[in-house]
Nanobody
Framework: QVQLVESGGGLVQAGGSLRLSCAASGSILSIRAMGWYRQAPGKQRELVAAITSGGSTNYADSMKDRFTISKDNAKNTVYLQMNSLKPEDSAVYYC??????????????????WGQGTQVTVSS
């Protein structure tokens, strides 16, 4: 009933920038929060940044001065602008959306959806 489509990953040199997008579609009634996580090989998935329906943001300490999360409510889309990228930022980036959708029996359901992941590689 809900699909998340991520885009914007790729290969960039250290110091460069990338912008990730994640669009949610389907029978969405409301979105409580949207966020980005990342997972590097051999490491646990970690929070990068999150934004609530009211616009409050939360960042991992190591990224708050370089990354900016934003959203477009009309498009149900969350963005992550990443500047001054470092090789240690290389990871698969996943979007996460906490939302309520209308199920097949027209009953609202609360769910936590994950995107398919997009690879970000920063070369030194």
């Amino acid at each position: 009933q809900v699909q998340l489509v991520e885009s914007g990953g790729g290969l960039v040199q250290a110091g460069g920038s990338l912008r990730l997008s994640c669009a949610a579609s389907g029978s969405i009634l409301s979105i409580r929060a949207m966020g980005w996580y990342r997972q590097a090989p051999g490491k646990q998935r970690e929070l990068v940044a999150a934004i609530t329906s009211g616009g409050s943001t939360n960042y991992a300490d190591s990224m708050k001065d370089r990354f900016t999360i934003s959203k477009d409510n009309a498009k149900n889309t969350v963005y992550l602008q990443m500047n001054s990228l470092k090789p240690e930022d290389s990871a698969v980036y996943y979007c996460n959306v906490d939302l309520t959708y209308l199920g097949p029996l027209k009953v609202p359901h609360t769910a936590d959806y994950w995107g398919q992941g997009t690879q970000v590689t920063v070369s030194s």
